[in-house]
Protein backbone atom coordinates (compact mmCIF):
# COMPACT_ATOMS: atom_id res chain seq x y z
CA UNK A 1 0.00 0.00 0.00
CA UNK A 2 1.24 3.35 -0.57
CA UNK A 3 2.01 5.33 2.74
CA UNK A 4 0.52 9.33 3.15
CA UNK A 5 1.99 11.58 5.44
CA UNK A 6 0.69 14.91 5.91
CA UNK A 7 2.35 17.81 8.50
CA UNK A 8 1.54 19.07 10.70
CA UNK A 9 -1.03 17.29 12.20
CA UNK A 10 -2.20 20.02 14.01
CA UNK A 11 -2.56 24.24 12.95
CA UNK A 12 -3.87 26.83 15.03
CA UNK A 13 -4.13 30.28 12.85
CA UNK A 14 -6.31 33.80 12.22
CA UNK A 15 -8.75 34.50 10.14
CA UNK A 16 -7.31 35.76 6.65
CA UNK A 17 -3.99 33.72 7.47
CA UNK A 18 -2.37 32.02 4.96
CA UNK A 19 -2.02 28.68 5.69
CA UNK A 20 -0.20 25.68 4.07
CA UNK A 21 -0.71 21.76 4.68
CA UNK A 22 1.55 19.38 3.50
CA UNK A 23 1.17 15.28 2.20
CA UNK A 24 4.28 12.96 1.41
CA UNK A 25 3.32 9.67 -0.30
CA UNK A 26 5.66 6.59 0.17
CA UNK A 27 5.87 6.46 -3.51
CA UNK A 28 5.50 8.64 -6.74
CA UNK A 29 1.78 8.95 -7.20
CA UNK A 30 2.28 10.99 -10.12
CA UNK A 31 -0.33 13.71 -9.53
CA UNK A 32 -3.43 11.67 -8.64
CA UNK A 33 -3.70 13.45 -4.91
CA UNK A 34 -6.97 14.38 -3.80
CA UNK A 35 -7.58 17.08 -0.90
CA UNK A 36 -10.60 16.86 1.37
CA UNK A 37 -12.27 19.01 3.83
CA UNK A 38 -14.30 17.57 6.63
CA UNK A 39 -16.23 19.07 9.15
CA UNK A 40 -17.46 17.25 12.85
CA UNK A 41 -20.30 14.71 12.08
CA UNK A 42 -20.49 15.30 8.47
CA UNK A 43 -18.59 13.35 5.65
CA UNK A 44 -15.69 14.44 3.67
CA UNK A 45 -15.71 17.15 0.84
CA UNK A 46 -13.61 16.93 -2.41
CA UNK A 47 -12.06 20.27 -2.31
CA UNK A 48 -9.06 19.56 -4.93
CA UNK A 49 -8.16 16.57 -7.29
CA UNK A 50 -5.70 15.91 -9.48
CA UNK A 51 -3.22 17.58 -7.33
CA UNK A 52 -4.36 20.90 -8.51
CA UNK A 53 -7.51 20.94 -9.93
CA UNK A 54 -10.72 22.84 -8.00
CA UNK A 55 -13.43 20.92 -7.60
CA UNK A 56 -17.00 22.65 -8.55
CA UNK A 57 -18.00 24.84 -6.47
CA UNK A 58 -14.55 25.50 -3.89
CA UNK A 59 -13.91 28.68 -3.44
CA UNK A 60 -10.54 29.72 -4.99
CA UNK A 61 -9.16 30.86 -2.03
CA UNK A 62 -8.61 26.92 -2.21
CA UNK A 63 -5.25 25.86 -4.01
CA UNK A 64 -3.46 22.56 -4.86
CA UNK A 65 0.19 21.57 -6.11
CA UNK A 66 2.65 19.30 -6.44
CA UNK A 67 3.60 15.96 -8.24
CA UNK A 68 5.32 12.67 -7.53
CA UNK A 69 5.83 12.31 -3.54
CA UNK A 70 5.45 16.06 -2.06
CA UNK A 71 2.09 18.00 -2.50
CA UNK A 72 0.67 21.24 -0.44
CA UNK A 73 -2.35 22.25 0.11
CA UNK A 74 -2.74 26.07 0.61
CA UNK A 75 -5.71 28.62 1.53
CA UNK A 76 -4.68 31.91 0.75
CA UNK A 77 -6.91 33.91 3.31
CA UNK A 78 -8.74 31.54 5.85
CA UNK A 79 -12.04 31.91 6.51
CA UNK A 80 -14.52 31.22 9.37
CA UNK A 81 -15.87 28.58 7.75
CA UNK A 82 -12.27 26.83 6.81
CA UNK A 83 -11.94 25.64 10.16
CA UNK A 84 -12.24 21.80 9.87
CA UNK A 85 -9.89 18.78 8.95
CA UNK A 86 -8.25 18.35 6.06
CA UNK A 87 -6.95 14.90 4.24
CA UNK A 88 -4.88 14.29 1.62
CA UNK A 89 -5.66 11.19 -0.11
CA UNK A 90 -4.21 8.98 -3.23
CA UNK A 91 -5.42 7.85 -6.14
CA UNK A 92 -2.89 6.75 -8.21
CA UNK A 93 -3.10 2.76 -6.88
CA UNK A 94 -5.42 0.89 -5.14
CA UNK A 95 -6.37 0.73 -2.15
CA UNK A 96 -6.79 4.40 -1.89
CA UNK A 97 -4.88 5.52 1.42
CA UNK A 98 -5.67 8.59 3.02
CA UNK A 99 -3.15 11.06 4.85
CA UNK A 100 -4.07 10.61 8.92
CA UNK A 101 -6.00 13.98 8.60
CA UNK A 102 -4.80 17.99 9.91
CA UNK A 103 -6.87 19.54 11.92
CA UNK A 104 -6.92 23.33 11.45
CA UNK A 105 -8.12 25.52 14.59
CA UNK A 106 -8.74 29.42 14.98
CA UNK A 107 -6.33 30.66 17.34
CA UNK B 1 -26.73 14.68 -9.06
CA UNK B 2 -25.52 11.14 -7.54
CA UNK B 3 -27.02 10.49 -3.76
CA UNK B 4 -25.65 7.41 -1.34
CA UNK B 5 -27.28 6.22 1.38
CA UNK B 6 -26.43 3.83 3.80
CA UNK B 7 -28.41 1.26 5.99
CA UNK B 8 -28.03 -1.25 8.46
CA UNK B 9 -28.13 -2.22 12.10
CA UNK B 10 -25.92 0.23 14.30
CA UNK B 11 -25.15 -1.91 16.99
CA UNK B 12 -23.26 -5.24 16.10
CA UNK B 13 -21.68 -7.82 19.24
CA UNK B 14 -18.24 -9.01 19.20
CA UNK B 15 -17.71 -11.90 17.11
CA UNK B 16 -20.56 -11.26 14.88
CA UNK B 17 -20.45 -9.93 11.15
CA UNK B 18 -20.95 -6.28 10.14
CA UNK B 19 -23.93 -6.21 7.06
CA UNK B 20 -24.62 -2.30 5.60
CA UNK B 21 -25.89 -1.61 2.55
CA UNK B 22 -25.84 1.73 0.25
CA UNK B 23 -28.74 2.80 -2.21
CA UNK B 24 -27.90 4.82 -5.15
CA UNK B 25 -30.38 7.17 -6.59
CA UNK B 26 -30.13 9.88 -9.12
CA UNK B 27 -27.94 7.85 -11.21
CA UNK B 28 -27.54 4.10 -12.25
CA UNK B 29 -24.84 1.38 -10.35
CA UNK B 30 -23.93 0.04 -13.58
CA UNK B 31 -22.29 3.11 -14.60
CA UNK B 32 -18.54 2.54 -16.10
CA UNK B 33 -17.39 5.79 -14.62
CA UNK B 34 -17.68 4.29 -10.90
CA UNK B 35 -16.35 1.71 -8.84
CA UNK B 36 -18.79 2.03 -4.91
CA UNK B 37 -16.74 1.75 -2.00
CA UNK B 38 -16.92 1.99 1.64
CA UNK B 39 -14.82 4.20 4.06
CA UNK B 40 -14.78 4.27 7.55
CA UNK B 41 -13.56 6.37 10.51
CA UNK B 42 -13.51 5.45 13.92
CA UNK B 43 -14.41 8.14 16.50
CA UNK B 44 -12.33 10.87 16.59
CA UNK B 45 -9.45 8.90 14.12
CA UNK B 46 -8.94 9.13 10.10
CA UNK B 47 -10.11 7.93 7.49
CA UNK B 48 -9.45 4.13 6.14
CA UNK B 49 -10.59 2.76 2.78
CA UNK B 50 -12.43 -0.33 3.83
CA UNK B 51 -12.96 -1.54 -0.37
CA UNK B 52 -14.39 -0.76 -3.78
CA UNK B 53 -16.71 -2.82 -6.47
CA UNK B 54 -17.32 -2.49 -9.54
CA UNK B 55 -20.83 -3.07 -10.80
CA UNK B 56 -19.54 -6.36 -12.78
CA UNK B 57 -18.54 -7.51 -9.35
CA UNK B 58 -15.35 -7.04 -9.23
CA UNK B 59 -13.62 -5.85 -6.22
CA UNK B 60 -10.93 -4.39 -4.39
CA UNK B 61 -9.75 -4.42 -0.75
CA UNK B 62 -7.88 -2.56 1.61
CA UNK B 63 -5.10 -6.13 2.42
CA UNK B 64 -5.12 -5.36 6.30
CA UNK B 65 -9.27 -5.87 5.95
CA UNK B 66 -9.18 -8.64 3.13
CA UNK B 67 -10.06 -11.55 5.22
CA UNK B 68 -13.33 -10.32 6.86
CA UNK B 69 -14.48 -8.19 4.01
CA UNK B 70 -17.25 -9.07 1.67
CA UNK B 71 -18.57 -6.24 -0.89
CA UNK B 72 -21.23 -7.61 -3.02
CA UNK B 73 -23.38 -5.23 -5.68
CA UNK B 74 -26.96 -5.41 -6.77
CA UNK B 75 -27.35 -4.13 -9.84
CA UNK B 76 -31.24 -4.81 -9.46
CA UNK B 77 -31.62 -2.53 -6.70
CA UNK B 78 -28.79 -0.12 -7.53
CA UNK B 79 -27.54 -1.20 -4.09
CA UNK B 80 -24.27 -2.65 -2.45
CA UNK B 81 -23.36 -3.87 0.28
CA UNK B 82 -20.74 -4.57 2.94
CA UNK B 83 -20.12 -7.59 5.39
CA UNK B 84 -17.37 -7.58 8.03
CA UNK B 85 -17.27 -10.85 9.84
CA UNK B 86 -15.50 -11.01 13.28
CA UNK B 87 -16.13 -7.64 14.43
CA UNK B 88 -14.50 -6.36 17.81
CA UNK B 89 -14.74 -2.92 19.45
CA UNK B 90 -12.04 -2.07 16.89
CA UNK B 91 -14.23 -2.08 14.34
CA UNK B 92 -16.64 1.00 15.95
CA UNK B 93 -16.59 3.19 13.76
CA UNK B 94 -18.53 5.90 10.89
CA UNK B 95 -19.15 3.83 8.03
CA UNK B 96 -19.49 5.51 4.62
CA UNK B 97 -20.07 4.61 1.30
CA UNK B 98 -19.19 6.23 -1.86
CA UNK B 99 -18.06 6.93 -5.26
CA UNK B 100 -14.61 5.50 -6.53
CA UNK B 101 -14.16 7.49 -9.90
CA UNK B 102 -12.71 4.46 -12.60
CA UNK B 103 -10.66 7.39 -13.73
CA UNK B 104 -7.84 7.56 -11.56
CA UNK B 105 -7.18 11.63 -11.83
CA UNK B 106 -10.56 12.07 -9.94
CA UNK B 107 -11.77 12.35 -6.11
CA UNK B 108 -14.57 11.11 -4.77
CA UNK B 109 -17.20 13.42 -5.41
CA UNK B 110 -19.95 11.54 -3.72
CA UNK B 111 -20.71 10.18 -0.02
CA UNK B 112 -23.32 8.94 1.74
CA UNK B 113 -23.73 10.71 5.08
CA UNK B 114 -22.45 8.21 7.10
CA UNK B 115 -23.24 5.89 9.99
CA UNK B 116 -22.28 4.51 13.07
CA UNK B 117 -22.07 1.43 13.85
CA UNK B 118 -20.86 0.17 17.52
CA UNK B 119 -19.38 -2.96 18.66
CA UNK B 120 -20.22 -4.10 21.68
CA UNK B 121 -22.56 -6.76 24.02
Known amino acids: DIQMTQSPSSLSASVGDRVTITCRAS??????LNWYQQKPGKAPKLLIYAASSLQSGVPSRFSGSGSGTDFTLTISSLQPEDFATYYC?????????FGQGTRLEIK | QLQLQESGPGLVKPSETLSLTCTVSGGSISSSSYYWGWIRQPPGKGLEWIGSIYYSGSTYYNPSLKSRVTISVDTSKNQFSLKLSSVTAADTAVYYC?????????????WGQGTLVTVSS
Open chain 1, 27 to 32: QSISSY
Open chain 2, 98 to 110: ASDPVAVNLGVDY
Open chain 1, 89 to 97: QQSYSTPRT
